[in-house]
């Protein structure tokens, strides 16, 4: 079986533009979180949704926004960029909000 | 608030013990997760301990301790291939709080 998939795995913008990220959950997960590690930090929550529904947003401006698709997989936006967000993004899926979440390969996203 | 404290770096010589503490407080409690990530990668899933005591899995074994707001990760007969960042991470409802992570250095 596939695990969580993420695209693109690399990207390059520059301050002001806008990205989208997208995530594949798990064939059956119904839940996808997404986090954001700054170099030489832990991941830090952004959002969780569950059943296209958005269950928990951390603490980040209102620059980011996600949604899910009726097939479970996401996609989360950014825009305005600055600098601060060059980070790697990692998209974590669970079989319900609850439950233990996989890890995707993360989208490293780099602001000139 | 989420507060979770780990040591930033540890060196261990190839076929030594090591033990990563971490220490939490947050606001809510639904279980601690230990994670092992390489640089540039995602975190891949080492232990997860709900209950008190010790969780044991090949040469890795985890701990926790509720009351006290504590948990260790035990590495035995280190390998090179262990040198990695490893993530202690607390769930409160639906998330996990993370720590800065550990760098863990395996000499020869």
């Known amino acids: 079986d596939a695990g969580v998939t993420q695209s693109p795995t690399h990207l390059i913008k520059t301050r002001g533009q806008q990205v989208t990220l997208r995530c594949s959950p798990i064939s059956g997960h119904k839940s996808v979180s997404w986090y954001q590690q700054v170099l030489g930090q832990g991941p830090q929550f952004i959002f969780q949704y569950y059943e296209k529904e958005e269950r928990g947003r951390g603490n980040f401006p209102d620059r980011f926004s996600a949604r899910q698709f009726p097939n479970y997989s996401s996609e989360l936006n950014v825009n305005a960029l600055l600098l601060g967000d060059s980070a790697l993004y990692l998209c974590?899926?669970?079989?319900?909000?609850?439950?233990?979440?996989?890890f995707g390969p993360g989208t490293r996203l780099t602001v000139l | 608030g989420q507060n979770i404290d780990q040591p930033t770096e540890m060196t261990a010589t190839e076929g030594a013990i090591v033990q990563i503490n971490c220490t939490y407080q947050?606001?809510?409690?639904?279980?601690l997760f230990w994670y092992q990530q390489h640089a540039g990668e995602a975190p891949t899933f080492l232990s997860y301990n709900v209950l008190d005591g010790l969780e044991e899995k090949g040469r890795f074994s985890s701990f926790l301790s509720r009351s006290k707001g504590y948990s260790y990760l035990l590495l035995k007969e280190l390998q090179m291939k262990d040198s990695a960042s490893y993530l202690c991470?607390?769930?409160?409802?639906?998330?996990?709080?993370f720590g800065a992570g550990t760098t863990v250095t395996v000499r020869a």
């Open positions: 991470a607390v769930r409160s409802d639906y998330k996990l709080s």
């Open positions: 947050t606001s809510g409690f639904n279980g």
């Open positions: 974590a899926s669970s079989l319900v909000d609850r439950s233990d979440p996989f």
